[in-house]
C-alpha cells in the first residue's frame, strides 16, 4: 500500500508541477502580448499624429492655392519710377508654412518660365507682372525634403514657375525651435 500510495502521490505532484509550469509560461506569454500591443499603440498613435501633421499642411496647400488663383486676377498696381532701381530693390515673398517648433527656415528663388506666357493655355497662380522682380519662397518645414516637397507641389512647371537656388536659412532656424516665432 504505501508503493500504490507514493505512486498517487507522485502522480499528483507531477500534475502539479506542470500545472505550474505551465501557468508560468502563460504568464510570460500575456507579459510579452501586452507589451508588443503597447509598442503597436505607441506607433500607431505617432502615424495618426503624423497623418493629422500632413491633412494640416495640405489644407493649408489648398487654401494657399485658392489665394493665389484669386490675387492672380486682381490688377497690380507696380510703381513706374525708375525701373531700374525698382527691380532691384522690390522683392515678393511667398511664404509656405509657420515657424515652429522643430520646423526650419528654407529660401527657394522663383522665376518664370521661359516663354510661358506667351502659350495660349497659359495659367499663373500668381500676377504674371510680379516675375520682373525678385520673387522667393519663404518655407518653413522639418526638413529640406518636405520643404522642397512643399514649393515644387505648389509652384511648378505647370503654372509657369521654375524653383531653384535652394538653401536654408540656419540664422532663422533658432528662433523657430525656441518657439520665439518669425524673425
Known amino acids: 500500500m504505501t508503493s500504490e500510495m507514493l505512486l498517487a502521490l507522485f502522480c499528483i505532484g507531477a500534475t502539479l508541477l506542470f500545472l505550474g509550469i505551465r501557468r508560468g509560461l502563460i504568464l510570460r506569454t500575456e507579459r510579452e502580448i501586452r507589451r508588443c500591443g503597447a509598442i503597436l499603440a505607441a506607433e500607431r498613435d505617432a502615424l495618426e499624429l503624423q497623418a493629422n501633421e500632413l491633412e494640416a499642411m495640405q489644407a493649408e496647400i489648398e ?4 489665394r493665389l488663383a484669386e490675387l492672380s486676377t486682381d490688377k497690380l498696381a507696380l510703381s513706374r519710377r525708375s525701373g531700374k532701381r525698382t527691380a532691384a530693390t522690390r522683392r515678393f515673398i511667398h511664404e509656405i508654412g ?3 517648433p522643430g520646423r526650419n527656415h528654407f529660401v527657394f528663388k522663383l522665376a518664370m518660365a521661359p516663354g510661358f506666357a506667351a502659350k495660349p493655355d497659359a495659367k499663373a497662380v500668381v500676377h504674371p507682372a ?3 522682380f525678385g520673387n522667393e519662397a519663404q518655407v518653413w518645414a522639418s526638413d529640406f ?3 522642397q516637397m512643399l514649393t515644387r507641389n505648389i509652384f ?3 503654372v509657369g ?4 537656388g535652394e538653401d536654408s536659412d540656419d540664422k532663422a532656424a533658432a528662433p523657430a ?7
Open 161 to 164: 514657375v521654375t524653383v531653384s
Open 130 to 132: 510680379i516675375w520682373r
Open 177 to 183: 525651435e525656441s518657439g520665439a516665432g518669425a524673425p
Open 145 to 147: 525634403a518636405a520643404a
Open 156 to 158: 511648378h512647371d505647370g
Open 98 to 100: 509657420r515657424p515652429e
Open 63 to 66: 487654401a494657399m492655392k485658392a
